[in-house]
């Protein structure tokens, strides 16, 4: 068992996760990755997305939460 504090955790058996990335926007059909990558939208509504289908497509992106 693993205990964070102020650091959002996500695992899934084979899975592997790079750093989340960031960008102005919306990540759905500009950023191209693969299922699990996680994109930050800096500018307001601050969102966290991550990508939920497409492998290595810009689609298939949603809002897990705003921050």
Not at 27 to 55: H, R
């Amino acid at each position: 068992n693993t205990t964070a504090t102020g650091v959002l955790s996500i695992a899934t058996a084979g899975v592997d996760y790079a750093a989340p990335l960031s960008g102005a926007g919306s990540p759905e059909g500009v950023v191209t990755a693969s299922p699990g990558q996680m994109y930050v939208n800096t500018t307001p509504p601050k969102e966290l997305w991550v990508k939920t289908s497409g492998v290595a497509t810009n689609t298939g992106w949603e809002v897990f939460v705003t921050l």
